[in-house]
């Protein structure tokens, strides 16, 4: 019987915000993209402040060969545009002609005035054609006025998919950059319900060929790639919308999605996911037993949080006071809305003020917020959760499904013994 008690999130009134955001911009993307792209380099054309950044967010790559780096572009160098264009070809010179091992450049662009002035669309059609066919050059924006951390991504992306081979082949398409073993992980699924042929974007390489093509059918992995699922339906390929792979019913519903579009029976479904569907409910029963009954409020920030509070609600026993997103994209996160009882504010945008407001009214159990807001709260007695964590660790798909609920749960009990050492 349908629970006809029940509305869910997606027919809920959204409170829309424009004012101060605090979010890292879309260069933070950099950090993982690297390590998923093998033989890409991204070269932020930037300031001093985003050669920083770079560096302290990927200290650890101070040891190793980078495939990041800055061409710093300061007013006081340059007399004019032509200069700029001119010194950002001397620097990509050096860069290949030391790193052979490079095939595909991306020059990212950023927020200082001298940077937007210069039309790095055009430097990359330039250099491609300069250094082709043994590196490709694309360019997209990671500026701090136009993209939060994880748009990053997104603009990567989506400066990829016209380069993507035509194919009227029937295939699915999974994208999203995932971590290596996490997407060996949602390989074998996929090839054991018999899906096939499966390509990833981004690929580990630029020789691994990835097409699309009208007989695509592509599923996301990430909630805030919203250009670059624009960018696939104009190439002619086809949405599997689902809720994202988190926990053991999102992932369930996920695999569920694309095993209907490629014909899968009912049993062989529930033969290959039955086991790992039970493994990762203990493993979440058990990392979540602290979540239940406990309130949360999140903070926009990654673009993932409306999947994650879908998570949080239906599988972990949690109570969403408001879901912030800086932005909402329905056609990807509305089967997540889908499953979400009407109850919590769903705010879109951020005014940062009167968001704060609303945090420290409501003084959730767990308060999920950017590295920028974290401390101020922990000082005002809440208990906070850094998004970017979420980011950067392995969270999707069954095996995962137990360490996700864990992050969450972890601030809960340091809090609770903090609280127990206090009152002895
Ligand atoms: S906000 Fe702008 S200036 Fe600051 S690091 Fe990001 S791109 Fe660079």
């Given amino acids: 019987m349908p629970d006809v008690s029940f509305t869910s999130c997606a027919q809920a009134p959204v409170l829309k915000e424009r004012g101060q955001r605090e979010v890292f911009c879309g260069l933070t993307s950099i950090i993982w993209l690297h390590r998923k792209m093998q033989d890409a380099f991204f070269l932020v054309v930037g300031s001093r402040t985003c050669a920083h950044l770079l560096q302290s967010a990927a200290g650890v790559m101070i040891f190793a060969e980078p495939r990041f780096g800055t061409a ?26 030391r790193r052979p091992d490079i095939r595909q450049l991306f020059l990212v662009g950023s927020c200082p005035s001298e940077v937007i002035k210069l039309d790095l669309s055009k430097a990359a059609e330039r250099l491609s054609q300069k250094y ?47 971590p290596d073993v996490v997407e060996d992980q949602m390989r074998s699924l996929l090839d054991a319900l018999g899906i096939g042929p499966v390509s990833v974007l981004p690929a580990s390489s630029a020789g691994n060929t990835v ?23 104009r190439r002619g390929a086809e949405h599997i919308p689902a809720p994202f792979p988190f926990g053991a019913e999102g992932t369930t519903a996920w695999l569920r999605a694309i095993a209907d579009k490629f014909g899968v029976s009912d049993d062989k479904f529930e033969g290959v996911v039955s086991a790992p569907r039970a493994r990762a409910q203990k493993a979440i029963a058990q990392a979540s037993e602290v979540l239940k009954n406990k309130s949360v409020f999140f903070f926009p920030d990654s673009q993932l949080e409306i999947p994650l509070a879908r998570f949080l609600t239906v599988e972990c026993g949690m109570t969403a006071l408001e879901v912030g997103t800086p932005f909402l994209h329905r056609p990807l996160v509305g089967p997540d809305l889908e499953l979400m009882s009407q109850g919590p504010v769903i705010s879109e945008g951020q005014d940062v003020d009167l968001q704060l407001d609303r945090a420290l ?31 950067f660790t392995p969270v999707h798909f069954y095996e995962q499904a137990g360490d996700l609920a864990g992050l969450f749960s972890r601030p809960l009990r340091r809090r609770a013994i903090l609280r127990q050492e206090a009152a002895e």
């Fill in 132 to 178: 082709a066919p043994s590196v490709r050059v694309l360019n997209f924006t990671g500026s701090g006025i136009e993209t939060t951390f994880t748009q990053g991504e997104d603009e990567c992306l989506t400066a990829m998919v016209p380069m993507l081979n035509e194919s009227s082949d029937r295939q699915l398409l999974v994208v999203g950059a995932l």
């Fill in 211 to 233: 097409s699309v093509g009208p007989n695509t059918y592509f599923a996301m992995t990430q909630p805030f790639l919203g250009e670059t699922h624009s960018a696939l339906l």
């Fill in 72 to 97: 710093i572009l300061e007013e006081t160098d340059l007399a004019g545009l032509a200069d700029a264009h001119q010194e950002l070809d001397r620097e990509v010179d050096r860069l290949l002609s």
């Fill in 361 to 391: 009214q409501q003084r959730a159990d767990l308060t999920v917020c950017g590295l920028g807001l974290a401390n101020p709260l922990e000082a005002a007695g809440l208990t906070t959760k850094w998004a970017i964590e979420l980011v």
